[in-house]
């Protein structure tokens, strides 16, 4: 009975803060999304009609899920690859100087690409449309390569997306990349060489030793840079304003002007209707690993 | 086995869920509910009041603590209603005396001087006093009197020639002056020294206020010591006073008390702990070392040696945080009681309060009424002092997102909808920059129809100016309590011009239409002056043809006078522009139509002030007329009650408040009245001898306050419009910044266009 008992303790002040600060206000914002704005009449399926019929909600849901999906893959992709080089670098140069040589050279890129982080989005954000504006660096170098005046308004056009997509790389490839190197670190050195002695190639160690031995860091970092992604908003504000370029209009925007005219009714079905929809692969990985498990 | 252990394992998962998710589901639909009915101990007798806690909508039953500092009105002699302030001193045996002065209007030189002496509960002229005469015989224009501590009276005054004067009023009428030789132009200067005040010691030292410090002379008139304080620029100063053995000033953010020996400061207190205006604060002496500060907060007082401020006197609560009104002398009465003369702000409208302890008052009233806006508002301050003097027993917190002219965040905004959602908030709700509509859908603003009726009613008010915030279904749910317009200037042919964005941009004149500005500015003027042909009334944003032709119109006019979305340092000195804003874009450009720069001026006009150079203008050109752009007008001061409100009816009471004569009366620069009466009362208001001058290059001009005509003429001009115009900040700002490469001339007004449609379809379809 004990034993049983023991593991819900340790688990009772995370789940009594998540109930508390996540569980109840959800359960409100469920309410609240059949009733009309102020909680005074319940006005059944209308708000979720309403904001189903809403394009600007369909614009920034569409919008949300690209950036998504072309962001969260090239993310998880790139700092993958930062810190295989990272890694394998630092192995020979181990195996090259011996191991009590432990502040390689390969610290300094780990550093550089984990100092973006460090960055105040703010800051950060002055110093992109410094380079973005129309006569900012960016245009002044490629009218001084090609010959020709370039004035392209970076932030507030269809580059908009690109723009945005590299800021989120930017700033979160150090975080997603330092993950991936603890996992690579959990992955025995022996293991490696025994396959080198079958004469294994790169690739051939990546895919059968690398990508199996980081399952369990691949969903980690998948969810965190997921979480992260809906950060990106900030970036998004302050490099474009409140209505930026159609194409990256995104969730939070809409969120923001909902709430700064107090559509609060349209708000919480949106935030249902998202929580939901976030819920499902998150239920079908979950039930799925449980099976595994099982079997 | 395993699988028995592993089933029971899930059932205790499974209870635990359950059990959670009932107290989850008890708590969110129960737990916040607040009990109703009578208090468990059945208390309530006449020792405990409903006091409201600093949190909106929540009320706590306590004991109220009793006693506070009430306020009256003291009756002044009537004669004294076209007099103005001089002084207000304790004189011979102690008694109230105050000085006044009839003066030469255009002037302001002293013609008479009266005293008055307070006996027995009320003010008797003095009709013995030869001071008036006195300084009559030398043509002394009396500014101070003072009684000394030696038991003296002093006077003080300019000549003609404005040189001051210092003189000791004998009993016998005769006059000595004192220190001749100090207030005369010193080191080249045109003038010499008017000091804003004196004071003298039982010794007969005299202290000699200076701007930035204080001389200290012997009875012979030997120069002492100067004891340095902050700098004031006024011509009376009441920062500071002297006892016999020290002076007690504010300087460097202290208050520091100087020995009268040597001059050296021998105790120094953080001024921060009194608040308020250290600019405006009046300090005088409690008799026995300690100092009481006056201000707009209040009464504060500190013992000597202390460090500690006990607020005696909360201001905010009568006319001391009145904004329309100046206090000008205060005193201790016999019983720890004060009096206060205040006057509007010239010199004349003299009103006095009584302030005594009521121990019959609870200490904090217990009521309030909160009041919120996003900017502070000297119409609003104005109502809640009045609404605090005339009920006592209500307390008006008004709330400002922004001090001193700070800038209004959409994180503000944010944080008043979540105390709106929770049905919390601010009683009443200053709507101004606030997203109105939005609340009135919402059901956020309660219908305020039969306060604005009976206020129409009664037919004091400018209906024209209220009834365009009548809903279709006669709600009313806002009312603007003061309202401005843009005026024209020009001749008739340039003044046509402004009938649509076409003629606007088809204007053929010698000069151009407008005034080179920015255009940001010139976006935002033609926005409000064209709003009814622009804007849909009902979503406020703008049709894609309609865009296209403001744009185009915009351009046609910023190419003919050389708008430029940013000018250079000397553009701007070349041109007398500048790059800054304005949120209706409405510089002022009559003295630009003066000066031959354009066809016509616009002038944004809130009150009679804005309309002296206009006017003066006007007069140098016969040929031109005043016109309003249609019968748009700009409301502000936008009030509305929150349909939570705690106290709907003191809500109610306190936009009757706002609405009322007494309040609108007072021109506070912030807009025209909405009162009938009160409207009434401003163009009939003279101001003598007020004069404003304008300069820049070769060019100035000089306006006096406009004649009766004139005023008359903008009066009826108030009456006929009808169209009130708020332009969408959200929308505007797009315009704006979806415009810049189009002024520039980086691409065409289409691809303008389209780019400002795409946001504001977005923003449209939210």
């Not at chain 2, 208090?39 to 929540?58: A, F, H, K």
């Not at chain 2, 000085?99 to 013609?111: H, I």
């Not at chain 2, 609404?387 to 994180?411: D, I, K, L, M, Y």
């Not at chain 2, 920015?518 to 003027?525: D, F, I, V």
Request: net charge negative.
């Amino acid at each position: 009975m004990r034993r049983k008992i023991v593991p819900w303790l340790f688990l009772a002040p995370s789940l009594g803060g998540v109930i508390l600060f996540t569980g109840l206000p959800f359960l409100d914002v469920v309410k609240r999304s059949f009733q009309d704005a102020m909680g005074t009449r319940f006005v059944g399926t209308d708000n979720y009609q309403a904001v189903l019929a809403n394009s600007a909600f369909r614009l920034a849901a569409g919008n949300t899920v690209h950036f998504l999906a072309v962001c969260i893959p090239l993310l998880m992709a790139v700092s993958f690859t930062a810190a295989l080089l990272i890694s394998s670098g630092s192995n020979i140069s181990r195996e090259s100087k011996g191991a009590e040589d432990t502040g390689d050279r390969y610290s300094v890129f780990r550093t550089t690409l984990v100092l973006p982080m460090t960055i105040p989005a703010a800051s950060m954000v002055l110093v992109w449309k410094i380079l973005l504006c129309p006569d900012g660096v960016l245009n002044q170098f490629l009218s001084g390569v090609s010959g020709q005046a370039w004035q392209v308004d970076w932030a507030f056009s269809r580059w908009a997306f690109p723009v945005l997509t590299a800021t989120y790389l930017w700033k979160n490839t150090g975080y997603d990349m330092i993950l991936w190197l603890a996992g690579l670190q959990g992955i025995s050195g022996e293991l490696y060489e025994a396959a080198k002695m079958d004469g294994a190639g790169v690739f051939a160690r990546i895919r059968y030793i690398t990508l199996p031995g980081l399952k369990g860091t691949f969903g980690l970092v998948g969810i965190l840079s997921v979480v992260n992604s809906f950060r990106v908003y900030r970036e998004a504000y302050l490099l474009a304003g409140p209505y930026p370029d159609a194409s990256i209009y995104l969730i939070p925007h809409l969120f923001a002007h909902w709430f700064l005219n107090l559509d609060i009714q349209k708000m919480t079905a949106a935030a249902a209707m998202m929580t939901v929809i976030a819920l499902i692969p998150a239920v079908i990985m979950g039930t799925l690993g449980m099976k595994r498990r099982e079997t | 086995m395993k699988v028995i252990k592993k089933n029971s394992k899930n059932r205790l998962m499974r209870g635990a869920a359950w059990g959670l998710a009932i107290c989850l589901i008890m708590s969110a639909l129960g737990g916040c509910r607040k009990k109703t009915g009578p208090s468990e101990d059945g208390t309530g007798g006449e020792s405990q009041t409903q006091v409201r806690s600093p949190i909106y909508g929540q009320n706590e039953t306590q004991i109220g603590a009793m006693g506070r500092y009430g306020e009256t009105k003291v009756q002044l002699p009537q004669n004294i209603e076209e007099q103005s302030f001089i002084q207000f001193i304790r004189g011979k045996n102690d008694r109230m005396e105050l000085y006044t002065a009839e003066r030469v209007p255009d002037t302001g030189t002293v013609l008479e001087t009266f005293r008055y002496v307070y006996e027995d509960g009320s003010w008797q002229q003095d009709q013995d006093w030869a001071g008036n005469q006195a300084m009559k015989d030398l043509e002394i224009s009396l500014t101070d009197i003072v009684f000394g501590m030696d038991g003296n009276y002093y006077a003080g005054g300019t000549d003609r020639d404005y040189s001051y004067h210092l003189f000791r009023l004998e009993g016998d009428g005769s006059v000595q002056e004192l220190l001749k030789d100090e207030f005369k132009p010193k080191n080249g200067q045109e003038y010499g020294l008017v000091p804003p005040k004196f004071e003298v010691l039982e010794d007969g030292r005299t202290a000699v206020y200076d701007y930035r410090e204080v001389v200290l002379y012997d009875a012979s008139g030997k120069r002492l010591f100067a004891m340095a304080k902050d700098f004031s620029g006024d011509t009376r100063d009441s920062r500071g006073f002297c006892t016999n053995d020290e002076f007690v000033t504010v300087y460097e953010g202290e208050i520091v008390r100087y020995s009268l020996q040597d001059g050296t400061i021998v105790e120094n207190m953080d001024y921060s702990e009194i608040q308020g205006s250290r600019e405006t604060v009046k300090l005088l002496g409690d008799g026995s070392g300690g100092i009481y500060a006056v201000n707009e907060i209040g009464v504060s007082h500190s013992n000597k040696g202390g460090t500690l401020w006990e607020i005696l006197i909360d201001g905010t609560l009568n006319h001391l945080a009145m904004r329309s009104l100046i206090l000008r002398g205060f005193l201790e009465g016999d019983n720890r009681d004060f009096y206060g003369v205040f006057t509007g702000s010239g010199t004349t409208g003299m009103e006095m309060f009584h302030y005594e302890y009521d121990p019959d008052l609870e200490t904090v009233p217990p009521l309030t009424l909160t009041v919120y806006s996003l900017k502070d508002n000297s119409t609003v301050r104005q109502a809640a002092s009045l609404f605090q003097s005339e009920h006592p027993n209500v307390r008006v917190e008004v709330r400002t997102a922004v001090e001193n002219g700070g800038t209004v965040t959409e994180e503000m905004i944010q944080g008043l909808n979540t105390e709106l959602l929770s049905g919390k908030g601010a009683d009443i709700l200053i709507l101004d920059g606030l997203p109105a509509r939005s609340y009135i859908e919402k059901g956020i603003l309660m219908d305020i129809s039969d306060v604005v009726e009976a206020a129409e009613g009664s037919g004091e008010m400018l209906n024209n100016l209220l009834d365009g915030f009548k809903e279709k279904d006669e709600a009313m749910y806002q009312v603007p309590a003061r309202a401005a317009f843009p005026l024209l200037i020009g001749e008739q042919e340039a003044l046509q011009a402004y009938f649509s964005l076409e003629t606007m941009a088809n204007y053929q004149g010698e000069e151009p239409l407008m005034r080179i500005t920015n255009y940001e500015n010139l976006l935002r003027e033609i926005a409000h002056l064209r709003h009814e042909e622009l804007f849909d009334p009902e979503s406020g944003v703008i049709e894609r043809d309609n865009l296209v032709q403001y744009l185009e119109t915009v351009k046609t006019i910023g190419d003919a006078n050389g708008s430029k979305t940013i000018f250079s340092e000397e553009e701007g000195e070349k041109y007398f522009v500048s790059n800054y804003v304005l949120p209706n874009g409405i510089l002022g450009s009559a003295t630009e139509y003066d000066r031959g720069v354009c066809s016509s001026g616009i002038e944004y006009l809130d009150g009679y002030w804005e309309l002296c150079v206009a006017a003066e203008v006007r007069n140098r050109h016969p040929e031109s007329k005043f016109m309003t752009a249609g019968k748009i007008y700009l409301p502000s001061v936008m009030a509305g009650i929150n349909s939570s409100a705690a106290h709907k009816e003191e809500a109610k009471q306190f936009i009757r408040c706002l609405l009322s004569y007494e309040v609108q009366k007072e021109d506070l620069s912030d807009g025209f009245p909405v009162n009938k009466r009160a409207l009434q009362s401003w163009a009939e208001t003279e101001r003598e001898g007020f004069s404003v001058g304008v300069g820049y290059g070769d060019y100035s001009i000089s306006a006096q306050w406009p004649g009766a005509e004139v005023r008359q003429e903008i009066m009826d001009m108030l009456k006929e419009l009808t169209v009130p115009v708020t332009v969408d900040e959200t929308v505007m700002k797009m315009i704006v910044e979806g415009s810049r490469n189009y002024y520039d001339n980086k691409e065409t007004v289409q691809q303008a266009a389209d780019g400002i449609m795409r946001k504001l379809s977005i923003y449209m379809t939210e």
